[in-house]
């Protein structure tokens, strides 16, 4: 079974900064699809940026970026010039291989940011 | 955001109430989602939705009943709850089941109290 690891529970970085949360995960698969998602506290769930795993370039959206690392299966997530709006819960995500009747997300526990002024 | 919608945005009930959370989504999506999200643990799937289909069950106890009458509009219907059953239960829709590429939109949730 597929597996998600966040290991930092939280983290914190000054307004205006870079900070980059961390993300690991688990298959067997080749081919298979990952996503961050950010739930602000008004709870709705917020999709940041995906990753096809075929793709070796980084995905990039504004002011988030990611490190795919497909070897070492590591996922982590850059935000550059930090702003107060991105404080919120920053879930890792993992999706199965086209899969009629098994299309289901894995989530990580999640890392709450905090952003500093 | 406002594609998926959930009411009622926040529920408490006893253990003995029969309830119903209502998603509805409104981006002409085939399939639908329920999660369950309990502090400190990763987002549980519970049930998917195609085409108003029922496609997967994830050993979800049955006093959790969901319902599809249309692509647009998805149901749980809660009776008999415990208290461990107390958490933000999300609705969720993606375009189509069989593409991996589809990315899920999720609602902004239903927090329920069981007490």
């Known amino acids: 079974a597929q597996t998600v690891t966040q290991s930092q529970p939280e983290m914190s970085v000054q307004e205006a900064e870079t900070v980059t949360l961390s993300c690991t995960y688990d298959t067997s698969e080749s081919d298979y699809y990952l996503f961050w998602y950010k739930q602000p506290p008004s709870r709705q769930m917020i999709l940041v940026i995906r990753q096809e795993a075929y793709k070796q370039q980084n995905a990039t959206e504004n002011r988030f970026s990611v490190n795919f690392q497909k070897a070492a299966k590591s996922f982590s997530l850059k935000i550059s010039d930090s702003q107060l709006g991105d404080a919120a819960m920053y879930f890792c995500?993992?999706?199965?291989?086209?899969?009629?009747?098994?299309?289901?997300?894995?989530f990580g526990t999640g890392t709450r940011l905090t952003i500093i002024p | 955001e406002t594609g998926v919608t959930q009411t009622p945005r926040h529920l408490v009930m006893g253990m003995t109430n029969k309830k119903s959370l209502k998603c509805e989504q409104h981006?002409?999506?085939?399939?639908m989602y329920w999660y369950k999200q309990s502090a400190k643990k990763p987002l549980e799937l519970m049930f998917v939705?195609?085409?108003?289909?029922?496609?997967e069950n994830n050993s979800v106890p049955s006093r959790f009943s969901p319902e599809c009458p249309n692509s647009s509009h998805l149901f749980l219907h809660l009776h008999t709850l415990q208290p461990e059953d107390s958490a933000l239960y999300l609705c969720?829709?993606?375009?189509?089941?069989?593409?991996?590429?589809?990315?899920?939109?999720f609602g902004p949730g239903t927090r329920l109290t069981v007490l």
């Open positions: 969720a829709s993606s375009q189509d089941l069989v593409r991996s590429t589809d990315t899920q939109y």
């Open positions: 939705y195609s085409l108003e289909e029922r496609v």
């Open positions: 995500a993992y999706r199965n291989p086209p899969n009629f009747g098994n299309e289901k997300l894995t």
């Open positions: 981006l002409g999506h085939n399939a």
